[in-house]
């Protein structure tokens, strides 16, 4: 492994023709076809080389061209986005929304919860991301493109998510100046008439990758897939696709004065009061921890301890990969920190109490106890799934499962890099090449291998209004649950 101070790959030429990403031809598959994905090439791409053409300018760019709204500035965007962290006493923007707009009993406040504010990522709403970004410290370097084919709905509402993860310039040589951004699209079905099979150019493109040899091919592949129509469904980078039509934007920062790492969520709206903006929203599946404690503080704890005791059965689904909440909703926080032990809900829950002993007679497995229950709806959470599950204590998830660790709080880091196809790239960490990748990749082939089978023709459908797809023909094993996904119940990462 070699540390970040090589500079960052320059774009090669892109040989002219059509895009890798085309709607494929459905008789190039054919049924009885198998497929060996390669997760490096269709699911998880770091090679800086590929990376290049993804800057943080071309993202917010195209945000604001597709927000189509007069007058929007990428600046203006990105610094009313921070300018959240900051009180309204000392903004940058201020109009923009801010930290301390909402009280509760005395604390600052999103939704039912109280929020830390201000942050320090509220500086940034100060700076220039976009201006000299090869050495300026506040610019963003992109460190992974991630296929998230997995979470396409079955019904066909959504074909999945496809993410984009920019890493500030300053953590590549300062460790304790880090803010990560991953940008979570939604993407519509093409297809719609045809359910989730209507997905199936957008699997069949991704699985093309691992066909596809060429540096300069692949790049212009992903590159059309994101910002072009390369699969029919319009570009990934599209404002509504953050929010409006489903998908977020999440943070992961750590930056000077508290030193703390904190995640968040936030979603583009259209009209903030002000105009468009990138706004904050509560942190899915992740449930204010002191909810935990017994007895919880407000008149919202029972309501929580009881919906919690209906989930137990959820939670002892055996596979790591499917285990679930449902309709978390208002009980989730604002935030979620991965230090200390505040967000251990195993931690808050506390000794010998009397929800402890709830949870302990709605376990219906024997083996799995109230702790490794615990700590199974920690990893399910932003914290616990980046660095709180990173302990014995708190990785102990009982039933047989197994737990691998993250990067140090991230799953894929621009501190150092490693050998890849195309010289270096960002490593993965452990908890995605042992745990979620697998099961993605399982997914997508699973996916494919049916769909080769398929005789859904979206033309006939919309002509006749026949529609001759079975809805569950695409169904995962294990649970069911409302919102179920390709991969299984509902989860967020």
Not at 26 to 32: F, I, T
Request: glycine share 10%; charged share 20%; proline share 9%.
């Amino acid at each position: 492994m070699s540390a970040r101070t090589d500079p960052i790959a320059v774009p090669k030429p892109v040989p002219a023709g059509p895009s890798d990403f085309t709607t494929p031809d459905p008789s190039a598959q054919v049924c009885g076809d198998t497929f060996d994905l390669d997760p490096r090439r269709s699911l998880a791409v770091t090679d800086e080389a590929l990376l290049a053409g993804f800057t943080f300018t071309r993202v917010m760019d195209q945000i604001v061209e597709t927000a189509a709204k007069p007058g929007l500035t990428r600046e203006a965007l990105y610094g009313r986005w921070w300018d959240y962290m900051n009180t309204s006493d000392a903004a940058a923007f201020p109009e923009a929304l801010h930290c301390d707009d909402t009280v509760i009993k005395g604390k600052n406040s999103l939704g039912a919860f109280p929020i830390q504010c201000p942050r320090p990522e509220g500086a940034l709403a100060f700076t220039d991301p976009f201006s000299d970004p090869d050495n300026n410290p506040d610019s963003y370097i992109p460190i992974g493109l991630f296929n998230r084919f997995d979470l396409a709905r079955t019904d066909g509402s959504n074909c999945g998510e496809y993410r984009i993860v920019f890493a500030k310039r300053s953590g590549t040589f300062d460790s304790q100046n880090r803010n990560l951004i991953i940008f979570e699209a939604s993407l519509p079905n093409p297809f719609p008439a045809c359910g989730v099979e209507g997905c199936r150019p957008i699997a069949q493109a991704w699985a093309k990758l691992s066909d596809i040899d060429s540096e300069a091919l692949r790049a212009k592949a992903l590159e059309d897939f994101y910002f072009g129509d390369g699969a029919g469904a319009g570009p990934v980078v599209h404002a509504d696709n953050y929010g409006p039509k489903g998908g977020q934007i999440r943070t992961n920062s750590f930056m000077p004065d508290p030193n703390l790492w904190q995640l968040r969520e936030f979603v583009f709206s259209h009209e903030c009061g002000f105009g468009p903006c990138i706004k904050p929203t509560l942190v899915k599946s992740n449930p204010f921890p002191q909810l935990f404690a017994d007895p919880s503080p407000g008149k919202g704890g029972e309501a929580f301890k009881k919906w919690f005791l209906k989930q137990v059965p959820n939670l002892e689904v055996t596979d790591v990969n499917r285990f679930f909440l449902t309709d978390v909703g208002t009980f989730n926080a604002g935030q979620s920190s991965s230090e200390g032990v505040f967000d251990i809900y195993r931690l808050q829950s506390g000794d010998g109490t009397p929800f402890r002993d709830a949870i302990q007679a709605a376990i219906t497995k024997p083996g799995v106890t109230t702790d490794q229950i615990l700590n199974r709806t920690l990893t399910l959470s932003c914290a616990g799934c980046h660095e709180h599950a990173n302990t014995p204590e708190n990785g102990d998830l009982g039933g047989g499962l197994q737990w691998a660790p993250t990067l140090g709080f991230v799953q894929t880091t621009e501190e150092f890099t490693e050998d890849g196809e195309f010289g270096l790239r960002f490593p993965l960490s452990e908890q995605l090449d042992q745990i979620f990748l697998p099961h993605r990749k399982q997914v997508l082939e699973d996916f494919l291998t049916k769909a080769a089978c398929s005789n859904c023709d979206a033309l006939k459908i919309k002509l006749f209004g026949t529609k001759i797809v079975d809805p569950h023909k695409f169904d995962p094993p294990g649970p069911k649950a409302p919102g179920l996904t390709l991969g299984g119940p509902p989860r967020t990462h």
